[in-house]
């Protein structure tokens, strides 16, 4: 949760008017849209793409650390500048995280329907 932000943001937030980018409440923190653990900057504008945005505290916890499922413009741009800009290393291990998530999945799984092979379980 971003809630510590320079002081010009700090203040922005505080005067009002600022409504939160999920559910229209009043916001109180900037979120990050991609998130900082993943290679987002904490930034107001990067390349024409913004990747902080007002959030109330419930939607900005809610979303934690995970990328955002919102679809619209603004969210769209910051994502493809992430994704056009991001390290080599960074990219590495987000495949490499996806990868093992996939492998215990599998595993998931194969335990189901050991467990109850006269159940099945259809892809989603």
Not at 75 to 101: E, S, T
Request: aromatic share 6%; net charge positive; charged share 25%.
């Amino acid at each position: 949760m971003s809630v510590l932000t320079p002081p010009g943001w700090r203040e922005e937030l505080q005067a009002g008017g600022l409504w939160c980018h999920y559910c229209f409440a009043v916001a109180t923190t900037w979120d990050h849209i991609v998130p900082k653990c993943v290679g987002g900057l904490t930034t107001r504008r990067w390349a024409g793409a913004r990747n902080l945005i007002p959030a109330c505290a419930e939607c900005n916890e809610a979303k934690g650390s995970r990328m955002p499922t919102c679809r619209c413009r603004r969210c769209k741009r910051a994502l493809a500048w992430w994704q056009r800009h991001l390290p080599q290393d960074v990219r590495r291990a987000l495949l490499d995280d996806l990868a093992a998530r996939i492998e215990d999945l599998l595993a998931m799984q194969a335990a189901l329907e050991a467990a109850a092979p006269d159940v099945v379980v259809a892809a989603a």
